[in-house]
């Protein structure tokens, strides 16, 4: 699976938008654009996903370059809860076992 | 409903014993993993299992042995535990739908004395 770097932290303020990047410039066209995150003393949890389209559902959207060599997730009104580690992970779906290859993410603090 | 749940959920031991972890899945997966999480935060895959193939990251002792009774069930036994066996593990599970969205457990805090 092709590498991903994000930042190692951010810090955003409660109801405000967040836009968490992250950079995939060896992605192949078989690669899809996968988040998870990690809260607190938790196991990691899906967020969303996609391959060439922006993608919304009910937790973030994900906006996806034309390129495809980079993305980011937005989380439109963070909330206290949204602090987590958040991942972003190339899978490729032509993969026997679909493993997802975690890196080191983005530590995202949320202040009141 | 819990979908993926682990037991325990802390594990306290000594070196040289033997110990397992439970994982259960709810959601009718074929496919089922564990991974590590060490002390550094870093998020290891140790296999990945259907109920055809065992793949083994080739990183992983083989005092680590994962065993599947049933489609829903994969625990993890591991021999003669050493100290830096100490992490947290997760349990995940995969169908064929949604993309390859992979369902994580609770996590079991495993500490090595």
């Known amino acids: 699976d092709a590498k991903t770097t994000q930042p190692n932290s951010m810090e955003s303020n409660e109801e405000e938008p967040v836009h968490l990047p992250c950079n995939h410039s060896?992605?192949?066209?078989?690669?899809?654009i996968h988040w998870y995150r990690q809260l607190p003393s938790q196991g990691p949890e899906y967020v969303i996903h996609?391959?060439?389209s922006n993608v919304n559902n009910r937790m973030a959207s994900l906006a996806i370059a034309e390129d495809r060599k980079s993305s980011t997730l937005i989380l439109h009104r963070a909330t206290l809860r949204d602090a987590a580690v958040y991942y972003c992970?190339?899978?490729?779906?032509?993969?026997?076992?679909?493993?997802?290859?975690f890196g080191k993410g983005t530590k995202l603090s949320v202040k009141p | 409903d819990t979908a993926v749940s682990q037991t325990p959920k802390y594990l306290v031991t000594q070196m040289g014993n033997d110990k397992s972890i439970k994982c259960e899945q709810n959601?009718?997966?074929?496919?089922m993993y564990w991974y590590k999480q060490d002390s550094k935060k870093f998020l290891k895959i140790m296999f990945s299992?259907?109920?055809?193939?065992?793949?083994i990251n080739e990183t992983v002792p083989n005092r680590f042995s994962p065993k599947s009774p049933d489609k829903a069930h994969l625990n993890l036994h591991i021999n003669s535990l050493e100290l830096g066996d100490s992490a947290v593990y997760f349990c995940?599970?995969?169908?064929?739908?949604?993309?390859?969205?992979?369902?994580f457990g609770p996590g079991t805090r495993l500490l090595v004395l």
């Open positions: 995940a599970s995969r169908g064929l739908a949604g993309g390859g969205t992979q369902y």
């Open positions: 060896t992605i192949s066209g078989t690669d899809y």
């Open positions: 996609g391959l060439t």
């Open positions: 992970i190339l899978r490729s779906h032509g993969g026997s076992q679909g493993n997802l290859i």
């Open positions: 959601l009718g997966h074929d496919t």
């Open positions: 299992y259907n109920n055809k193939e065992l793949i």
